[in-house]
């Protein structure tokens, strides 16, 4: 049920096209809420005939211009409405902890490869989320939005740094058995 809110959410920051839509995705929602570009446009149709979003009025409309939309009212209602909903955090599911698991029980050979493989994406990934970090929130950006926007940010530098320290430890564990 998230991503017609993550879209919502996007709308409401800036009216967008599809196209737009897809790329700022691609650029800051799409770390936390991935979605591919047909799950995006397919969303914008369910939204619009719900009459939470709506396309702007073009000026002159011509065959294949792009739609843009904006959030209707009933479409704020919507979000602020799932924004305050309580929900349990969702139970972790990730193959590489399985994979150990199993390791455990037919052997670990090649596993030390994988988690070595995992640590570099974890270090790639933190570095991609540093710099995002330098270029969008500067010390003097502390508009209450930004820092909000900064909080999501650190909290996915901080989940990359733990697996980092997991990944590593995991790695000394693997060698000393």
């Given at each position: 049920m998230s ?6 959410t ?8 599809g ?6 995705f691609?650029?800051?929602i799409?770390?936390?809420?991935s979605?591919?570009h ?9 939204l ?7 396309a ?8 294949g211009?792009?739609?843009e ?35 455990a ?6 596993l ?22 330098q ?15 900064h ?11 733990f697996?980092i ?10 060698r000393?058995?």
């Amino acid at each position: 049920m998230s991503l017609p809110h993550a879209i919502l959410t996007a709308l409401l920051e800036k009216p967008s096209s599809g196209l737009e839509l897809t790329r700022r995705f691609d650029k800051s929602i799409g770390y936390f809420w991935s979605a591919t570009h047909q799950q995006i446009y397919r969303e914008l149709g369910r939204l619009e005939q719900a009459g939470l979003i709506r396309a702007l009025p073009t000026a002159q409309p011509a065959r294949g211009q792009k739609k843009e939309y904006e959030v209707l009212p009933a479409g704020r209602a919507e979000l602020t409405a799932w924004a305050t909903a309580g929900q349990d955090p969702k139970p972790m599911r990730d193959a590489l902890l399985l994979r150990i698991r199993a390791a455990a029980v037919v052997g670990t050979e090649g596993l030390d490869a994988e988690l070595h493989r995992h640590l570099d994406l974890h270090r790639r990934q933190l570095g991609h989320y540093r710099e995002i970090e330098q270029r969008d929130f500067p010390p003097e950006r502390q508009a209450p939005e930004d820092r909000l926007r900064h909080l999501v940010l650190r909290g996915g530098i901080e989940l990359e740094r733990f697996w980092i320290g997991w990944l590593q430890e995991a790695i000394s564990t693997l060698r000393e058995n």
